[in-house]
Each structure stands twice: as structure tokens, then as C-alpha cells.
């Protein structure tokens, strides 16, 4: 038998099982993996991108889950080729974190908080190589240089809750090449991370396969992301595998409607679209999909129009300090009625403690907010209940900011009935159905519980329950973040829509610039709680100011 690739795929097809019927989550795929190549796997939420990585390892949970038919075919050193799906569990551990390694999507929930990081690391050295203890904290100490993280030794002591998300992201790197392995699977290794720690972790592993001859199994959802970084690319949709191609040929020529579509939804840094196009579009037409653009005219007298009318909202040298700890330092700015103001920075920049003392959620230290002409810092809680119709908030996670145990229609109409909009709850429930349908959900929604949807759904949710009040000002804290890109241009072009039907102003956060540079008319850069840089979205980009800014736009292009 002739076996030139390190790992190969052949006919793989996976189900689970739910209500008695088995759902094919991947559909017939084959594919291989070459010695020292990076090969990506692209695809949204629920391509099968993941569960086929898992079924490499061995880690698909049967029941539910069972794999119907295929081989992974492993060429493992000197003992030949090893069909992972046919050994035995005792030989399956021996390839785990020994010659397979991965590197999993959320560091937090990968490493356990009741361990310190040396301790997590040594582990897998210990059972694999037989290391002593002494032996063990030498070699992490060396791996947890080589992946660079600051002050090792410290490191090799803290718990997992006392790094930041890149650097226990380090810490997972070192745990998954601490044995050397011939194959590294990273599982969305960057989703959570910001623009400038995502390309320093993409950087690093590049690097570490250089040095270490290591093949790399990268998935993500992120067509964009592997441009520089992968050697070939399979690109997932619905369980099947529909294209695949060196990176140069996917990119410049994708033959699929789907990679078009993925590739496309992406906002452009180089022009300025009015919408972004979606995959359906594409998978619907089979065709390229034309894209009304923004001129600068256009945007210029839109801009003329916007900044000569009186501030919604006017920040006066705003500050909030938790203990000695200075979150947020003398930030001002104005936002004008029907802006969406754009802010912009690395994690614990102080982007989120802005918005939340802004809503006053969080007291501020000092300073003065005025809404409309009113210093909200000043407000009794009565006045302050009564101002949060006009001046709403949509977080991040839309699962954690919706009550599991409330329907969707139930969570949009309460705030109706705190806020005593509408006569009665069969007018506040039309209006429900209304919202809904706004958002481009369906009126069998209403009765239907958070867990019953999608990611991009439960959004759309929040997004409802902001609009019930009729507010004026929407803060949207990184609330395409967790999203697919695909749905996440739905989203962005939802909120748009939503600005010019209900004449909203937006203050809108995140630390993906491509997003921020889409929605903005104008933005702030922060970085350690003070505002950096301020001024219009396109003038930003093309000629920042600040030596910060110009390292966040280096990171993204």
C-alpha cells in the first residue's frame, strides 16, 4: 500500500442522532495532509470544519455521534500507516498530545482553573515521555520561552484566570507541541483574540512549524484570515467539501459560489460598500454579486449634514478607576444625532468600561456625560430608570444576555411593559410580531426558547428587544463578534437598516477594524483607557496619526 501523505482522509462521513433521526453532519469528505504543510479548513458554524478534527483524534461522542463510513489514514514514524478509525482506545491515547496534538477554540474552558499552567504542561511530558518532575519544569519553562510568553517562571505558577486570552492561548501552544508532534490541529486559535495578538499567534505557530517540521491542521471561519498564512485551503459548507486549492487559486479564483460568497461578505478596507453582500446571494444567483459602493462625495455631504446639527450625547473628560487602576482616563467626545461613532482597541483598552459608565452602569469616577443637554452622571435612579428607554445596550453574547428560561417574545415584550409603552399586552405582542419580522425573524419565534436558536438568531433577539423601547442610542459592544462572517454581514446590514428606518444613533465597539471601519462615520481609537486618536472612519485608516493606530491597521492588512 502506497502512502505518500502524513495524514489522508478517505470518504469520511459523520452523523448524530437527535429525535430518533441521524443528521449527516459530514457528508463523504476526503482530503490529505502533507509533512511540514499548513492546510486550512474554512467554513461557518456547522460545516463540519470541527467535527471532522475531532474525529481525527478519536474525540466524537458515540452516542450521539457515530461515523458511518471512511478511514483516517496516519503515517506514524516508524510503524507504518495507522487507520485511527480501526485501533484500539490504549493505541488512540498514545497518539493524542503525543503525535496528534490540538489546540482548542476557548483557552479558558481548555485549561482546568483549579491547576496552574506549569502544572497543565508537565502533564502530557510526564505521561508520553517519561519525564521526572525536575525534568518536566525545565522543558516547559524552555516551551514556554519558545512560545514567548513573558516572565516564564511566573507563568509556569499562575492559574489560567490570572493570564490574559493570548497569553493562555501561549500556554495551550506549549501543552500541544511540549511532545513534538508530527500533526498540530488548531481549532479556531484566534476567534477571541484581538487583531494585534491574532497575528502575533499566527506568527508564532508559522514559526514553530519552520523550526519543528510540524504539519498544521488550521480551522476557522475566517476565509481571510488564512491568506498568509496556509499552503492550501478546503473550504466546508453543510457537511460536504466543495472546494480546495492552494491559497493563491482559492483567493484569486474561487470557483464555488460559496467561497465567493465567504470571501466577499467580508468588509473591504480598500473601498466602502453601502451593504455587504451575503452568501445566500451568492449561493442563489451562482453568479458575482454587484456591490453598491459609497462615494467620498456622497459621504462627505452625508458627514456635512450629520456634524452640523447639535450632539445627542457629549462626553466631558470622563474617568473610572477600579481601586488605584485607572479603566478609563479624561475621555471626551460628542456623537451627533443619526452617527454611528466608531471606538476601537485592543482588549482592556477600555472600550466596554467607556460604554457601560456612559449608560451609567458602571459610576464614573469623574466627569460629566450629557444626554441632550442633561448631565445623566447627575441623575436620581428614578430619572435614570426612566432615561434607559432612549439609551440602550447590545452585548457580545447574546446567549448570556437572554434568560434561558424566557421565550423570545416574552424577553422583547417585557421592557414594553416596564417602560408602560402600548395599552395593553395584545397591542405590546402585535408589536412584538412586528419586531420580528423587522429582524428577520419569523412570528413562531415568539414562543420559542433561547437554546432553540442559532447564534446569529439570538442576536437578532437582542437586537428586537433594544428596538422595543424606541430608544435614540444604541451602544452595540462587539455585538457581531461571535458571529460567522456571513452572518455577521447580515447583522451589520440589519443595524443599518434599522439606523435609517428608525433614525437611530449608534456608538458602536469592537476590535475587528474591518467591522468598525464598515459602520463608522467617525472613530476613536482607544488604547489603556485613553482615547488615542479621533476622527473620520476613511481618514483614519488612510493616514493614521498615532504609531498605535498604525500598528492596529498593520495587523489587519
Not at 143 to 157: D, G, I, T, W, Y
Not at 332 to 339: A, L, M, T
Not at 533 to 544: H, K, L, M, R, T
Given at each position: 500500500m502506497t502512502f505518500n501523505p502524513l495524514l489522508e482522509v478517505r470518504d469520511l462521513s459523520i452523523g448524530f442522532t437527535a429525535d430518533n433521526?441521524?443528521?449527516?453532519?459530514?457528508?463523504?469528505?476526503?482530503?490529505?495532509?502533507?509533512?511540514?504543510?499548513?492546510?486550512?479548513?474554512?467554513?461557518?458554524?456547522g460545516s463540519g470544519k470541527t467535527v471532522t478534527a475531532l474525529a481525527i483524534l478519536r474525540l466524537i461522542p458515540t452516542p450521539p455521534g457515530r461515523i458511518s463510513s471512511g478511514e483516517i489514514l496516519f503515517r506514524n514514524g516508524n510503524s507504518g500507516v495507522t487507520d485511527i478509525l480501526r485501533i484500539g482506545e490504549g493505541e488512540v491515547q498514545k497518539l493524542r498530545g503525543f503525535r496528534i496534538s490540538m489546540i482548542f477554540q476557548?483557552?479558558?474552558?481548555?485549561?482546568?482553573?483549579?491547576?496552574?499552567?506549569?502544572?497543565?504542561?508537565?502533564?502530557?511530558?510526564?505521561?508520553?515521555?517519561?519525564?521526572?518532575?525536575?525534568?518536566?519544569?525545565?522543558?516547559?519553562?524552555?516551551?514556554?520561552?519558545?512560545?514567548?510568553?513573558?516572565?516564564?517562571?511566573?507563568?509556569?505558577?499562575?492559574?489560567?484566570?490570572?493570564l490574559s486570552g493570548g497569553q493562555k492561548q501561549r500556554v495551550m501552544i506549549a501543552m500541544?507541541?511540549?511532545?513534538?508532534?508530527?500533526?498540530?490541529?488548531?481549532?479556531?486559535?484566534?476567534?477571541?483574540?484581538?487583531?494585534?495578538?491574532?497575528?502575533?499567534?499566527?506568527?508564532?505557530?508559522?514559526?514553530?512549524?519552520?523550526?519543528?517540521?510540524?504539519?498544521?491542521?488550521?480551522?476557522?471561519?475566517?476565509?481571510?484570515?488564512?491568506?498568509?498564512?496556509?499552503?492550501?485551503?478546503?473550504?466546508?459548507?453543510?457537511?460536504?467539501?466543495?472546494?480546495?486549492g492552494n491559497v493563491t487559486d482559492i483567493f484569486q479564483s474561487p470557483q464555488h459560489a460559496y467561497?465567493?460568497?465567504?470571501?466577499?461578505?467580508?468588509?473591504?478596507?480598500?473601498?466602502?460598500?453601502?451593504?455587504?453582500?451575503?452568501?445566500?446571494?451568492?449561493?442563489?444567483?451562482?453568479?458575482?454579486v454587484a456591490v453598491p459602493i459609497v462615494t467620498p462625495d456622497?459621504?462627505?455631504?452625508?458627514?456635512?449634514?450629520?456634524?452640523?446639527?447639535?450632539?445627542?450625547?457629549?462626553?466631558?473628560?470622563?474617568?473610572?478607576?477600579?481601586?488605584?487602576?485607572?479603566?478609563?482616563?479624561?475621555?471626551?467626545?460628542?456623537?451627533?444625532?443619526?452617527?454611528?461613532?466608531?471606538?476601537?482597541?485592543?482588549?482592556?483598552?477600555?472600550?466596554?468600561t467607556l460604554a457601560r459608565v456612559v449608560l451609567e452602569l458602571l459610576p464614573a469616577s469623574e466627569g460629566k456625560v450629557f444626554y441632550r443637554d442633561c448631565d445623566i452622571t447627575r441623575l436620581t435612579s428614578h430619572k435614570l430608570k426612566a432615561l434607559r428607554k432612549d439609551l440602550q445596550i447590545i452585548f457580545q453574547d447574546p446567549y448570556s444576555s437572554l434568560n434561558p428560561r424566557i421565550s423570545a417574545g416574552s424577553a422583547i415584550l417585557e421592557p414594553m411593559k416596564v417602560h408602560k409603552l402600548h395599552r395593553n399586552d395584545t397591542t405590546r405582542k402585535e408589536r412584538v410580531m412586528e419586531l420580528l419580522q423587522k429582524v428577520g425573524l419569523k412570528p413562531e419565534h415568539f414562543s420559542r426558547y433561547p437554546h432553540e436558536f442559532s447564534g446569529g438568531q439570538r442576536q437578532r433577539i437582542c437586537i428586537a428587544r433594544a428596538l422595543a423601547v424606541e430608544p435614540r442610542l444604541i451602544i452595540c459592544d462587539e455585538s457581531v463578534s461571535a458571529l460567522d462572517v456571513s452572518i455577521q454581514a447580515q447583522v451589520l446590514n440589519l443595524l443599518n437598516d434599522?439606523?435609517?428606518?428608525?433614525?437611530?444613533?449608534?456608538?458602536?465597539?469592537?476590535?475587528?477594524?474591518?467591522?468598525?471601519?464598515?459602520?463608522?462615520?467617525?472613530?476613536?481609537?482607544?488604547?489603556?483607557?485613553?482615547?488615542?486618536?479621533?476622527?473620520?472612519?476613511?481618514?483614519?485608516?488612510?493616514?493614521?496619526?498615532?504609531?498605535?493606530?498604525?500598528?492596529?491597521?498593520?495587523?489587519?492588512?
Open positions: 433521526q441521524e443528521l449527516m453532519v459530514v457528508d463523504h469528505i476526503s482530503f490529505q495532509l502533507k509533512e511540514a504543510e499548513t492546510l486550512a479548513v474554512v467554513g461557518e458554524s476557548e483557552p479558558m474552558t481548555s485549561l482546568n482553573p483549579v491547576f496552574t499552567c506549569g502544572d497543565q504542561v508537565t502533564e502530557s511530558l510526564r505521561i508520553h515521555l517519561g519525564f521526572t518532575k525536575k525534568q518536566s519544569r525545565e522543558k516547559v519553562l524552555d516551551l514556554f520561552s519558545e512560545v514567548k510568553l513573558p516572565r516564564p517562571e511566573a507563568v509556569f505558577n499562575n492559574y489560567p484566570h490570572q500541544a507541541i511540549a511532545c513534538n508532534p508530527a500533526i498540530l490541529i488548531a481549532d479556531e486559535p484566534t476567534t477571541a483574540l484581538d487583531v494585534t495578538v491574532q497575528k502575533t499567534i499566527l506568527e508564532l505557530l508559522k514559526n514553530l512549524q519552520s523550526t519543528r517540521k510540524m504539519s498544521i491542521l488550521f480551522i476557522t471561519h475566517d476565509l481571510g484570515l488564512v491568506a498568509g498564512f496556509a499552503d492550501r485551503v478546503l473550504v466546508m459548507h453543510g457537511g460536504k467539501l466543495v472546494e480546495q467561497t465567493r460568497g465567504l470571501l466577499a461578505c467580508r468588509p473591504p478596507l480598500d473601498s466602502r460598500p453601502s451593504r455587504l453582500p451575503t452568501i445566500e446571494k451568492y449561493l442563489n444567483d451562482n453568479r458575482e456622497e459621504r462627505k455631504s452625508e458627514h456635512e449634514r450629520l456634524f452640523a446639527q447639535k450632539p445627542i450625547l457629549l462626553i466631558e473628560k470622563l474617568s473610572k478607576h477600579f481601586g488605584s487602576f485607572p479603566a478609563l482616563e479624561k475621555a471626551s467626545f460628542n456623537v451627533y444625532p443619526g452617527e454611528t461613532l466608531g471606538i476601537v482597541g485592543e482588549s482592556g483598552s477600555g472600550k466596554t434599522l439606523k435609517k428606518d428608525y433614525g437611530l444613533t449608534y456608538i458602536f465597539i469592537s476590535h475587528d477594524l474591518s467591522v468598525v471601519k464598515f459602520m463608522s462615520d467617525r472613530l476613536i481609537v482607544m488604547k489603556n483607557g485613553k482615547i488615542e486618536e479621533i476622527g473620520e472612519a476613511d481618514q483614519v485608516y488612510a493616514n493614521p496619526q498615532s504609531e498605535y493606530t498604525r500598528a492596529l491597521l498593520e495587523a489587519v492588512r
